[in-house]
């Protein structure tokens, strides 16, 4: 099923959760009967699993219905509910649980961590002001791009897309960049058995005409997206390295109204690219 995003100017972007888009219940399914390390934590991996279903689109959950979603016991939802209850990660209202505010502190800790997060933040604002566009950082986990900093110009407030939110990367520059990132072989191991959903009618929706556009990735450097994911919005990224290695990549996304794919790379590649440099040079100083 072909699903088409309308990005319009009074319109506000899909809330684009920690699932994903629509694949909550299948990537929400335990793994131990996989995993034979003697050190991993089953009950660990049930906690998280639980935490992971809750969304904008699911922001409730009652204890049996999370008992049948994760194919848990009900004894053991009832502890991981009371325990994260206690520690005032979640909430029960009449036997409807919902997560609290606690949780965000579990993504700052991550986005903190990141060398680029921290950094970015003054010079994504600069270069939306300057160029009147939104500038986002994103960085690679599996097959979704990340955002980890973001900058809106004040014209595009409803181009909005929030830090954590996560969007399937071969529908994003910042995705197409990183993935051109990735061996050959790690490139393959994530196309196996990968779906690629048609948003729009330019998104690449097949793995010959993904793997045909990376290959244009590596050589420019750089990556587009002429509304591959919504219509009404065109994108430029560029990688961001430490040590050589391509460890995020910074966005610059406007609208069709203001610029051709010919102006993305003339007008917003040179200040991306030297965003990026500065930034790959204040990370090296951090690390």
């Given amino acids: 099923m072909k699903r088409t995003w309308t990005h319009g100017p009074s319109q506000v972007a899909p809330d684009w959760s920690w699932q994903g888009y629509g694949r909550a219940k299948k990537e929400s399914q335990l793994t131990k009967s996989t995993t034979n390390d003697d050190e991993y934590i089953p009950s660990l991996e049930k906690g998280l699993a639980v935490i992971a279903l809750f969304s904008s689109d699911n922001p409730e959950w009652t204890l049996s219905q999370i008992s049948r979603e994760l194919k848990i016991t009900p004894g053991s939802t009832r502890r991981i509910l009371r325990t994260l209850e206690l520690l005032g990660y979640a ?31 003054p010079l994504l604002r600069e270069l939306a002001a300057k160029y009147h566009i939104n500038c986002n950082l994103a960085i690679l986990d599996n097959r979704d791009v990340v955002y980890v900093a973001r900058a809106t110009y004040k014209d595009f407030e409803n181009y909005y897309i929030h830090v954590g939110a996560r969007v399937p990367a071969y529908a994003t520059s910042s995705g197409k960049v990183l993935l051109a990132s990735l061996s050959p072989e790690e490139l393959e191991t994530l196309l196996d058995g990968w779906t690629l959903e048609a948003f729009t009618p330019n998104t690449i929706a097949s793995h ?32 961001l390295r430490i040590d050589g290695r391509t460890t995020a990549a910074i966005v610059a996304a406007t609208s069709v109204s203001r ?29």
């Fill in 259 to 287: 610029t051709t794919l010919e102006g993305l790379v003339t007008d917003l590649l040179p200040p991306l690219q030297a965003a990026a440099r500065e930034l790959e040079e204040t990370a090296a100083v951090l690390l």
């Fill in 208 to 239: 010959e005409k993904l793997r045909e556009v990376l290959d244009e990735v590596r050589t420019r450097d750089y990556a587009t997206n002429d509304q591959d994911i919504f219509l009404g919005q065109r994108s430029i990224s560029v990688p």
């Fill in 91 to 121: 909430v029960n209202n009449d036997g409807r649980f919902r997560l609290t505010a606690k949780v965000l502190g579990l993504g700052t800790a991550y986005l903190s961590s990141q060398p680029f997060s921290q950094a970015a933040g």
